[in-house]
């Protein structure tokens, strides 16, 4: 059975730092691109970072560059994302994602095909 399980949300303050884990179970996870994405109340989902099968060749959007790390432990069979200087825009829940078609990763979320339960993340004093 396939499985994606987020964890490592909380509660931070503004200029904090989080590390998100993505724990997959049923698939091998550097057989498959795997993405991350935000939803904020209100708002549509978007990419924050993906990364490909095998070659961790990784993506972000350019308005997320140097704040957001995506990275991949086989050992462990989990993607995780570091976000650093959070902001409370960040605010929202973060999901992760494997897509089952395509070799290279993609920050559009209708090309994943499972998702994971969602992690909350709230930034504020």
Same mark, same amino acid.
């Given at each position: 059975?396939? %499985?994606? /399980?987020?964890? +490592?949300?909380?509660? /931070?303050? *503004? +200029?904090?730092?989080? =590390?998100?884990? $993505?724990?997959?179970?049923?698939?091998?996870?550097?057989?498959? *691109?795997?993405?991350?994405?935000? %939803?904020?109340?209100?708002?549509?989902?978007? +990419?924050?970072? $993906?990364?490909?099968?095998?070659?961790?060749?990784?993506?972000? *959007?350019?308005?997320?560059?140097?704040?957001?790390?995506?990275? =991949?432990? @086989?050992?462990? @069979?989990? /993607?995780?994302?570091?976000? @650093?200087?959070?902001?409370?825009?960040?605010?929202?829940?973060?999901? $992760?994602?494997?897509?089952? =078609?395509?070799?290279? $990763?993609?920050?559009?979320?209708?090309?994943?095909?499972?998702?994971? %339960?969602?992690?909350?993340?709230? /930034?504020?004093?």
């Amino acid at each position: 059975q396939v %499985q994606l /399980v987020e964890s +490592g949300g909380g509660l /931070v303050q *503004p +200029g904090g730092s989080l =590390r998100l884990s $993505c724990a997959v179970s049923g698939f091998i996870v550097d057989h498959y *691109p795997i993405g991350w994405f935000r %939803q904020a109340p209100g708002q549509e989902r978007v +990419g924050i970072a $993906c990364i490909s099968m095998s070659d961790d060749r990784s993506h972000y *959007p350019d308005s997320m560059k140097g704040r957001f790390t995506i990275s =991949r432990d @086989n050992a462990k @069979n989990t /993607v995780y994302l570091e976000i @650093n200087s959070l902001k409370p825009e960040d605010t929202a829940v973060y999901y $992760c994602a494997r897509d089952t =078609r395509r070799s290279l $990763c993609s920050l559009i979320d209708r090309s994943y095909d499972d998702w994971g %339960q969602g992690t909350q993340v709230t /930034v504020s004093t």
